[in-house]
């Protein structure tokens, strides 16, 4: 029987080593074929990647050459411009085209002219400067475009007398620019580029003078293998093979000129078309025309200039590696196979030579795996006795001790928890019954009341061998893992109930826009529905205005430099319309770097109230600044006694009126000077100022006001000229807010100092006082709207708490800087400075 069953363990084992071979195989030449299509298209990708980089820098290349020829070509014009002889002959001229006089009138006038002398030596020199310069023709327009000189008027289809005002290059040099176009000669019909530059008659521009160079001669030093210079329509004006040349390409600008543009630029009507064909096979590769060849394409556009350079290079390799690719595969798939067959036969063999001893090596496997599983804990059940046999470690789960040597079934039972124990019993009893296999979670109780949890996992065996049926399985403690699952569990329910009850919008999302989750103030600021939102039905970009849809990527762009990025404001999409504006912060999640975390602030309300503020302020001011006026005048005249003598109480009455009515005139002032600046209304006449003369102004301006607080004012400055850049105007407003204050705040007797010094590469202007110094508390909000120390001296000394503001607001728009040092015992130093010039 034994025998019977070697060989029959020995044909099963063959036909699985055979069908084993041929898996195997099949699965070596799949995953060499995935391989080498990979590596296939990662050389690919490199060819190209490096042709292309080759084919940038030729084209790189050639428009450095071109650059250097057109730059030295450009300066030819402005140099002939400022001839004297020219510029007297033109001035001289001074003839204005007659509303009588017909084109071919006006020709054989201006080549009448140009047959005098001081004309004949003009073209001499335009001749000469031809010779000299390396450039093929040039010419002389007047201010109406017509042609007076020309370097070669000896041609028998002379160019004097033509007009060429519809031309850019006229039309860029007579506005004062340098002129630059392609375009093809309107006597010699030929192609060229045309340079230009206007003549000047001190300011006047009273003509142009224009210089060609043939294009051809322009590159004639340059290799122009594959290359195609592009002018600004689109239309190929140089290249090696001559039949390319006046081709366009697709979607050019020349097809959207007038028809009669195209014939006198380029002297046709019609342009046959350069086809690029990308290969959809092979990512950055096209094909030109007709062309069967592969190439890439590098580009470059001239600076400052309207052309571009084109350079296709062929990229022969493509072919070569593909061929190289099916010998690798062949190869690699032979040897592969030859491989797995030697090592499954040589595995049968082995098989065979140790199947005789499979009895003993049986009963070494199973001891073997006992030792490998008890740091689990394994344990086997006799089906037919019930009697367990346990590892040490599950000894230790069961409470068994080693002088029980026979435990049984109700033996590993009753260490399990009363509440676990029936459903583990009768899903054991089941499993070895209908030998299933045997998964459950359950709970043990030790000696000590310590209780674990603990995974069960058992299989139904028969030895083939003895015929014995046993239950064996393993024991897993994961306590702790079950205490981390739970707290994790408790921690999300929290953390879900927290973000939901949260005030602020939460809304998580991938970098693709995907939104991952939102809670509920999220959703009832917008009004979209939460599964709507996580179904995909909606993303990021799609809640955003199409005007913040840069600013969104240009966060999410900025995640991958900072995990938090800075608050931004943005708009929103609701669900029925709405465009609220809203506050949003970016973080990145740290567990996943694609995905991100928002919080979303609703700004309407914020912004509604601030609107009504500002409409508030600028309403309320100037209301009462027109009534204020007239209480003012109408005061100022009773106290002067003009409309007649007034008892002394009643004038006394009066002179406070008059005070209060020019406090709050002044805070009216300061509240429409803030809403001016809020709003960037604030004009700034700026120009060269010498604080030196400046400021014995500003100490005469606030002398009368120091007074009523017995004050003076000193000057110290010791240098004859400080010049910045400012506005006088807002310049003495400043001075004259911190001069009143320090004044106000001195001890009577006491001088404010107004100190002129230079610092560096700029002038600094101090106001320091003795007073009693700012406290500490108050220090960090001197300069915002409204703030003024909580004391009742400072009370008493009737600010609005808005001129500092003012002043800082004022000082940093004329580019200036303010700042202050200050101490209890020796009073206030406030300090303005600028740059020198």
């Not at 074929?33 to 990979?38: G, I, L, R, S």
């Not at 009588?100 to 009138?105: L, M, N």
């Not at 309300?605 to 309320?620: H, K, P, T, Y």
């Not at 590469?761 to 703030?787: L, T």
Request: net charge negative.
């Amino acid at each position: 029987m034994q025998a019977s069953q070697f060989q029959s363990n020995i044909s099963s084992y063959r036909k699985r080593i055979l069908w084993s071979a041929v898996l195997l195989s099949l699965v070596w030449v799949f995953l060499i074929w995935q391989y080498e299509n990979f590596s296939f298209q990662q050389r690919t990708y490199q060819l190209i990647d490096q042709e292309q980089k080759r084919s940038n820098v030729i084209a790189q290349g050639v428009a450095a050459d071109l650059q250097r020829s057109i730059k030295t070509m450009q300066g030819v014009p402005f140099v002939l411009a400022q001839n004297k002889q020219l510029a007297q002959a033109l001035k001289s001229v001074g003839a204005e085209k007659g509303s009588s006089e017909s084109a071919i009138e006006r020709k054989q006038r201006i080549r009448r002219q140009n047959q005098d002398d001081r004309w004949v030596a003009i073209n001499q020199t335009l001749t000469d400067a031809r010779d000299h310069l390396g450039f093929d023709l040039a010419y002389v327009l007047d201010r109406y475009g017509d042609c007076l000189a020309s370097s070669e008027q000896q041609l028998g289809e002379s160019l004097i007398g033509n007009n060429y005002r519809e031309r850019t290059y006229y039309k860029a040099a007579i506005s004062g620019n340098a002129g630059y176009q392609f375009a093809l000669g309107k006597t010699s019909r030929t192609p060229g580029l045309y340079f230009s530059a206007p003549i000047y008659d001190g300011e006047s521009i009273i003509g142009v003078v224009t210089a060609k160079i043939d294009i051809s001669r322009l590159a004639e030093d340059i290799d122009l293998a594959g290359v195609f210079l592009i002018d600004e329509n689109g239309v190929i004006i140089l290249a090696q093979d001559k039949q390319q040349e006046m081709k366009a390409l697709q979607a050019s600008a020349v097809f959207t000129l007038p028809s009669e543009k195209r014939k006198s630029l380029y002297g046709r009507d019609e342009f046959a078309l350069l086809e690029i064909r990308p290969l959809t096979h092979s990512q950055g590769l096209v094909q030109l025309d007709q062309s069967s060849v592969a190439y890439v394409m590098g580009g470059v556009k001239l600076s400052e200039k309207p052309l571009e350079v084109l350079h296709a290079l062929a990229v022969p390799n493509i072919d070569h590696l593909h061929s190289e690719k099916v010998k690798t595969i062949a190869l690699m798939v032979i040897a592969g196979c030859s491989v797995i067959l030697i090592t499954l036969f040589s595995a049968m063999y082995l098989f065979e030579s140790n199947e005789n001893r499979k009895i003993l090596q049986t009963q070494r496997d199973r001891l073997n795996e006992a030792q490998r599983l008890a740091a689990m804990g394994s344990w086997s059940i006799d089906i037919q006795s019930q009697t367990v046999n346990c590892s040490d470690s599950a000894r230790w789960f069961f409470s068994i001790e080693h002088s029980d040597t026979t435990p049984s079934v109700e033996t590993i039972i009753a260490a399990i928890h009363v509440d676990d124990k029936r459903k583990v019993l009768e899903a054991l009893q089941t499993a070895m019954r209908e030998h299933q296999d045997f998964h459950m979670a359950f709970r043990i109780v030790r000696p000590n009341d310590e209780v674990h949890f603990v995974v069960g996992d058992g299989v139904y065996v028969q030895h083939a061998e003895s015929g014995i049926e046993s239950f064996e399985g393993t024991i897993r403690d994961i306590t702790e893992y079950q205490t981390l699952l739970n707290a994790l569990e408790t921690s999300e329910a929290h953390l879900k109930k927290v973000i939901n009850s949260c005030l602020i919008g939460i809304i998580q999302g991938r970098e693709d826009g995907r939104l991952l989750g939102a809670n509920d103030a999220f959703v009832q600021l917008t009004g979209y529905a939460e599964t709507t939102l996580l179904a995909g039905e909606k993303r990021w970009q799609d809640l955003t205005p199409l005007s913040f849809h840069d600013a969104d990527q240009q966060a999410l762009n900025n995640l991958n430099l900072n995990a938090v990025l800075p608050a931004y404001e943005k708009e929103l999409i609701c669900a029925d319309g709405r465009v609220i504006p809203v506050l949003v912060g970016i973080a990145r999640v740290e567990e996943n770097e694609r995905d991100w975390v928002a919080f979303v602030l609703d700004l309407s309300e914020r912004n509604r109230i601030s609107r009504l503020q500002a409409e508030f302020i600028a309403i309320v001011s100037h209301e009462l600044r027109t009534p204020l006026t007239s209480i003012r005048g109408s005061l100022a005249l009773l106290e002067n006694g003009v409309l007649g003598a007034l008892p002394e109480k009643a004038l006394q009455m009066i002179a406070v009126a008059h005070r209060n009515s020019k406090r709050l005139s002044n805070l009216v002032n300061d509240i429409l000077d803030m809403e001016k600046l809020n709003a960037g209304k604030m004009k700034f006449d700026m120009h060269a100022v010498d604080q030196v003369s400046l400021l014995p102004q500003v100490i005469e301006a606030n002398a009368a006001y120091a007074q009523n607080f017995q004050v003076g004012f000193d000057l110290e400055c010791g240098v004859e000229q400080a010049m910045i850049w400012g506005d006088p105007d807002r310049l003495q407003q400043v001075l004259s807010n911190l001069m009143s204050n320090a004044a106000k705040f001195s001890p009577a007797g006491e001088k404010v100092i107004l100190r002129l010094a230079s610092s560096g590469p700029r002038w600094q202007v101090h106001v320091i006082d003795r007073g009693p110094g700012i406290p500490e508390e108050f220090q960090a909000v001197m300069f915002d709207s409204f703030a003024q120390a909580d004391n009742s001296d400072t009370r008493q000394k009737q600010g609005s708490g808005l001129g500092l503001k003012i002043c800082k607001s004022m000082v940093e728009l004329m580019e200036g800087e303010i700042s202050f040092d200050t101490s209890p015992t020796h009073g206030t130093n406030f300090w303005i400075s600028f740059e020198k010039i």
